[in-house]
T-cell receptor, first 114, second 115 residues
């Protein structure tokens, strides 16, 4: 079935390095994508979003890239810090109103080594 | 961003009892709320979509009689796990959204343990 998935289950980086987390999606009707950060025992925390009419969006230390041709989404974290250690999920919303739920990918655990 | 409050954060109950989890949008009106379930080291799986004033829409495989959802107001949705069993032990998370907003705001989750 249609799904949102991730290439790497665990990513380990050194403090100060840049991190790149990837996500593949299969539904070409998806028009909105979000990256969430989830710390242990907590709910997902919004990081950054992007609409399908864009291919890049930048936030504070984070950048999301969207390649609709290959249905690929990535999250780049600059100067990764220990506090960035968490599980990161991409999520997609298929076209329509705000009543549609998000579909989540399987998640990538980011481990930041001091 | 908007705040969604979920209560309780942790609950332990005996098999056969029912547990109610509350999800409140504190500073906005949530026309739609979503309930997710998350097992350890897994992703969030949508259980149901709840629109204010109407019946919830359940995902395939989710028992509506076991997971009762009520969305009586624009700021409150509840999930009641009825006749809980150990296999219902999980992390339950709600999210809320207005029709105008695409971003969904999440509660802090409820860790349910059935013993």
């Amino acid at each position: 079935g249609e799904s949102v998935g991730l290439h790497l289950p665990t990513l380990s980086v050194q403090e100060g390095d840049n991190s790149i987390i990837n996500c593949a999606y299969s539904n070409s009707a998806s028009d909105y994508f979000i990256w969430y950060k989830q710390e242990s025992g907590k709910g997902p925390q919004f990081i950054i979003d992007i609409r399908s009419n864009m291919d890049k969006r930048q936030g504070q230390r984070v950048t999301v890239l969207l390649n609709k041709t290959v249905k690929h989404l990535s999250l780049q974290i600059a100067a990764t810090q220990p506090g960035d250690s968490a599980v990161y999920f991409c999520a997609e919303k298929r076209g329509g109103t705000g009543r549609r739920a998000l579909t989540f990918g399987s998640g990538t655990r980011l481990q930041v080594q001091p | 961003g908007a705040v969604v409050s979920q209560h309780p954060s942790r609950v332990i109950c005996k098999s056969g009892t029912s547990v109610k989890i509350e999800c409140r949008s504190l500073d906005f009106q949530a026309t739609t709320m979503f309930w997710y379930r998350q097992f350890p080291k897994q992703s969030l799986m949508l259980m149901a979509t709840s629109n204010e004033g109407s019946k919830a829409t359940y995902e395939q495989g989710v028992e509506k009689d076991k997971f009762l959802i009520n969305h009586a107001s624009l700021t409150l949705s509840t999930l009641t796990v009825t006749s809980a069993h150990p296999e219902d032990s999980s992390f339950y998370i709600c999210s809320a959204r207005t029709v105008m907003n695409t971003e969904a705001f999440f509660g802090q989750g409820t860790r349910l343990t059935v013993v």
